[in-house]
């Protein structure tokens, strides 16, 4: 990943969403949107703090049928890079098929790129209320993303839809909406990888045609838990320097926790929160998980 720190400050906008500058620019987010997808491409789509990294971990554990030496070698930037990153069209040129690519762009910048291509899609998302409180703490960490002031500063700017990557709420129904129409995309959440690890990495894995014996989805579920992920230098992002992720004021991975939003929020905040969901999700019948009750906790996990 290399760094032009002449960049932090900067802010690109693209089709009325702020994306930081650091690593975007005008070229490189329009490279992604006319990208020229391949039947064998596997694209990994979601909003920030939604399990990304997750769902890279698992899909590269797939793949690689649970050995876990590519994901314990290579940066998941290079394994799986960012379409619209500026430094990521040259390294697609050279990653031979089939390709794992990353996107946090909306459906409504990608649909046409994908329009006719037998690309696999896996729609990766969290509940909105541990999302802000996630990203809220990225923040903090990312010296590429602006102060994000006080928490219900950011809630407002978040439920407004003006924060960097632009509004959840689009970005969740534009992706969500396409389940019946495009067949090649798949939704998982990281409630169901939270609570049912192993399941979700057989879901993943009939979904990619990539079926695996149980000795490999165990080996998928031990790579690809909280614990080993955190100390995983290849996707924890402690390679990053401290210039660009401050890692004395937390952790990229920090609880990985289901309901952690319950230690953010004041009542008044959910109610405003559940009235603005309420608002921009009319006529979406995704239910979302809040909370996992303890015992219902996954015993890997």
């Given at each position: 990943m290399e760094s032009d720190m002449s960049r932090l400050e900067v802010t690109e906008t693209f089709h009325g969403v702020i994306f930081p500058g650091y690593l975007h620019n005008q070229e490189?987010?329009?490279?992604?949107?006319?990208?020229?997808f391949q039947d064998t491409d596997i694209l990994i789509v979601s909003y920030p703090k939604s399990g990304t990294t997750w769902m890279q971990q698992m899909v590269t554990l797939i793949s690689n049928r649970g050995d876990p030496h590519v994901s314990q070698t290579v940066p998941n930037w290079a394994r799986t890079p960012w379409l619209e990153h500026h430094y990521s069209a040259d390294l697609l040129q050279t990653l031979i098929g089939p390709r794992i690519i990353t996107t946090h762009l909306f459906h409504h910048m990608l649909g046409h790129a994908l329009q006719g291509s037998k690309t696999k899609v896996i729609y990766v998302s969290r509940n909105p209320k541990d999302t802000v409180v996630s990203f809220y703490h990225f923040h903090k960490l990312a010296n590429f993303l602006p102060d994000?002031?006080?928490?219900?500063?950011?809630?407002n700017q978040f439920l407004e839809g003006t924060v960097h990557f632009g509004s959840w709420f689009d970005h969740f129904k534009g992706w969500t909406s396409q389940l019946g129409a495009?067949?090649?995309?798949?939704?998982?959440t990281y409630e169901e990888m939270s609570k049912d690890l192993h399941g979700a990495i057989k879901k993943v894995s009939s979904f990619l045609q990539c079926p695996l014996v149980e000795e490999e989805v165990n080996s998928c579920v031990r790579h690809c838990n909280f614990s080993s992920m955190k100390e995983n230098n290849m996707?924890?992002?402690?390679l990053i320097p401290h210039e660009i992720m401050d890692h004395s004021k937390g952790f990229f991975m920090r609880r990985g926790e289901v309901g952690d939003w319950r230690n953010m929020f004041t009542e008044e905040m959910n109610q405003q929160f559940d009235k603005v969901l309420q608002e921009k999700l009319k006529g979406c019948s995704i239910?979302?998980?809040?909370?996992?009750e303890e015992e219902e906790i996954d015993e890997h996990h």
């Amino acid at each position: 990943m290399e760094s032009d720190m002449s960049r932090l400050e900067v802010t690109e906008t693209f089709h009325g969403v702020i994306f930081p500058g650091y690593l975007h620019n005008q070229e490189s987010l329009q490279h992604a949107v006319t990208f020229s997808f391949q039947d064998t491409d596997i694209l990994i789509v979601s909003y920030p703090k939604s399990g990304t990294t997750w769902m890279q971990q698992m899909v590269t554990l797939i793949s690689n049928r649970g050995d876990p030496h590519v994901s314990q070698t290579v940066p998941n930037w290079a394994r799986t890079p960012w379409l619209e990153h500026h430094y990521s069209a040259d390294l697609l040129q050279t990653l031979i098929g089939p390709r794992i690519i990353t996107t946090h762009l909306f459906h409504h910048m990608l649909g046409h790129a994908l329009q006719g291509s037998k690309t696999k899609v896996i729609y990766v998302s969290r509940n909105p209320k541990d999302t802000v409180v996630s990203f809220y703490h990225f923040h903090k960490l990312a010296n590429f993303l602006p102060d994000g002031g006080s928490f219900e500063e950011f809630l407002n700017q978040f439920l407004e839809g003006t924060v960097h990557f632009g509004s959840w709420f689009d970005h969740f129904k534009g992706w969500t909406s396409q389940l019946g129409a495009m067949t090649n995309l798949l939704h998982v959440t990281y409630e169901e990888m939270s609570k049912d690890l192993h399941g979700a990495i057989k879901k993943v894995s009939s979904f990619l045609q990539c079926p695996l014996v149980e000795e490999e989805v165990n080996s998928c579920v031990r790579h690809c838990n909280f614990s080993s992920m955190k100390e995983n230098n290849m996707i924890n992002y402690t390679l990053i320097p401290h210039e660009i992720m401050d890692h004395s004021k937390g952790f990229f991975m920090r609880r990985g926790e289901v309901g952690d939003w319950r230690n953010m929020f004041t009542e008044e905040m959910n109610q405003q929160f559940d009235k603005v969901l309420q608002e921009k999700l009319k006529g979406c019948s995704i239910a979302f998980v809040w909370e996992v009750e303890e015992e219902e906790i996954d015993e890997h996990h």
